[in-house]
């Protein structure tokens, strides 16, 4: 009998992390023509996406991810490769909105408050791509955040019809972003998972105009 749960438990392992190196595998190679590190390299479009993430970390203090973001944004937009910014984050509750964090750095760094529109209910990658196709009526966007990150938007993107590239925000150490790689490889297979079995926003809601 331990010989029998033991050979079911080896080969569910092996399954698992097959299917893990196979859904990193697909994502990397999707997206591997549409990110970018140089701002140079980046067609002017009218709409950046910049992906949300909390501004601290539990130990208070400021969150690298969170920090680099907002770097590339306001390159992006000085650069004039972007005239608009949709910042799209989790606003689970009252004391924690990470689109209102983001879009006070954001003017702070000197972009026009009017060039940036809010989505308080991109409480999941998926859901912020999704919004941006439905509630914010674009097809076509430069998504903001690290490549890892971009590249998951890109997939989402391309499994929607829309045409997504990445401006790469610059990455931590493999030491301090450990367990972000992990939930990344995670959040890989989840978002296979998502498509198969048809999972929606959890907020859609009115069309917002870009102007």
Known sequence: MRRKLFRIFFIMLVSSIGLVIYTNDLVQSNAKDSVFDEVEKIPRTKVGLLLGTSKYLSNGSINLYYKYRIEAATSLY????????????????????????????????????????????????????????????????????????????????????MHIIGFNAKDVGQHYGFRTQIREYLARVKMFIDFYIGVEPKFLGEKIEIS
């Not at 972009?111 to 989505?119: F, G, P, R």
Request: charged share 30%; hydrophobic share 35%.
């Open 78 to 161: 000085m650069s004039s490769r972007i005239s608009r910014i949709i910042v799209s984050g989790d606003n689970g509750s009252k004391d924690y909105d990470e689109a209102s964090d983001m879009r006070y750095d954001l003017i702070a760094s000197g972009i026009d408050s009017n060039h940036i529109y809010l989505d308080y209910a991109g409480f999941r990658t998926f859901d912020s791509m999704k919004r941006l196709k439905e509630i914010f009526d674009q097809d076509t966007a430069i998504v903001v955040s690290q490549k890892f990150h971009n590249e998951r938007a890109i997939y989402i993107g391309d499994r929607l019809g």
